[in-house]
């Protein structure tokens, strides 16, 4: 035997022998492994190869109290001298102290930031205060095509707040919680007050034609330092007003005169009297007549502060995606809440399944949700999101 093929032999001996020592020693470590820990291994690795790539579909289902907002302002900034409408129109409201734009932080006679029925609110003195949202004030008849006037023609609306009395007017005064009418009296537009005529009852008007008008009042007189949940709508048959919750009195009215200007809260639409002297919070305004159903959650979600959100998810992937998973939800403030979201069974291929989240201070609903994510915790890297806005 050669030199060479003694040299060839000799390594290929040494290389057999490391390969079956390497061997040995893996086998012996793999083999020694806890069972438990081996198991989680090959299952999770299992998992993944599973679901990778893998989709599904979220969805959000009975978010109606989004559906036709042209106002929603939560007045909880807290600060500044804009109370921002977060219904996508742009209508922000202005802090005035008399006819004068309240500087940044507000001076002493400006509305000022208070504790609200939820979250902050605005506090209003009876002398000079209100705020401005779009084209209003005297020798203003007409404004622009974003205006609250022109999104809610002359069609069915709602509006509703949450209103605390500081005092109550006179009996022979009112107070303006909310006026939508240009500059002719009686002859446009609405209005939501105070009535000490009417031994402080929420009055509505609603304008049917030039220089006349249909109103209705509560049946509940209201006392001061109380929260109300007030509700004014009219559906295309009659005004309908509605405190906390319960439905008080209508008045049929089939037709109704609109304007194309703003609206102001706390004051008249002249801005310059009928004050109200009480807190302020969470002004909503729809192109429609709320449900009873829908007023009741509105009201409740407020007394609760917290709101619940059914969500749907859709398997129409190749895989088993288990139950577990992990909802994102991301509020228009910024805000990102993460929440399980646990199935009473696996979303198997092809199922549909629902879960209900309870979300604790937060409200009203689904006006603050941007987008909700949710991930699946069995097939990681698996997510579906849902635009609120846009599918809702």
């Known amino acids: ?45 299992s998992k993944v ?10 969805k959000v289902r009975n978010c109606n109290l989004l559906n036709g907002l042209v106002l929603w302002l939560p007045m909880d900034e807290g600060s500044g001298t804009i109370t921002y409408d977060y219904s996508g129109y742009g209508n922000n409201g202005t ?34 205060d209100y ?13 622009s095509s974003n205006d609250i006037g022109s999104l809610l023609g002359n069609g069915p609306f709602t509006v509703t707040l949450w209103y605390k009395p500081i005092s109550n007017p006179g009996s022979s005064d009112w107070d303006f919680l909310l006026d939508q009418r240009a500059d002719i009296n009686w002859g446009d537009g609405f209005y939501i007050l105070n009535d000490g005529r009417l031994s402080n009852k929420i009055l509505f008007g609603v304008a ?37 919750g319960n439905f008080e009195n209508s008045v049929s009215q089939t037709t109704r005169r609109s304007n194309t200007v703003g609206a102001v ?26 449900s009873e159903d829908e007023i009741k959650q509105l009201y409740y979600n407020g007394l609760t502060n917290k709101f619940n959100i059914t969500i749907g998810l859709l398997n129409f992937g190749y895989a088993d995606l288990g139950k577990s998973f992990n909802a994102i939800v ?6 990102i809440l993460q929440l399980p979201l646990v199935l009473n069974r696996d979303l198997t291929k092809g199922s549909y399944l629902e879960k209900t989240l309870t979300i604790d201070g937060y409200y009203p609903s689904y006006g ?22 846009n599918q809702c």
């Open 131 to 143: 705020v401005t949202i779009g084209n209003v004030g005297s020798g203003v008849t007409s404004g």
């Open 330 to 335: 991301y509020l228009k403030n910024g805000t």
């Open 265 to 290: 809260i706390g004051s008249r639409y002249s801005k310059d009297q009928k004050y109200v002297n009480g807190i302020i919070d969470e002004v909503h305004i729809y192109n429609r007549a709320l």
């Open 368 to 389: 603050l949700v941007d987008k909700i994510m949710v991930c699946s915790n069995d097939c990681q890297g698996v997510c579906s999101e849902i635009k609120i806005n």
């Open 49 to 58: 190869l599973s679901c990778a790539g893998d989709t599904f579909d979220v």
């Open 1 to 45: 035997m050669s030199l060479k093929s003694i040299s060839t032999f000799l390594a290929s001996v040494l290389l057999i022998g490391f390969t079956i020592a390497s061997g040995i020693i893996v086998y012996y470590f793999l083999t020694n492994l806890p069972k438990v820990q081996t198991t989680e291994i090959s299952s999770q690795a």
């Open 95 to 128: 802090l005035y102290n008399g006819t004068n734009i309240c500087s940044n932080p507000p001076t002493s006679g400006c509305p000022t930031w208070v504790d609200g029925k939820i979250g902050k609110a605005l506090s209003f003195d009876g002398s000079d």
């Open 208 to 244: 049917d034609s030039t220089s006349s008008e249909k109103t209705v009042n509560s049946n509940t007189q209201l006392q001061v330092n109380n929260w109300y949940h007030i509700v004014a709508l009219y559906d295309g048959s009659a005004i309908r007003i509605y405190v906390n």
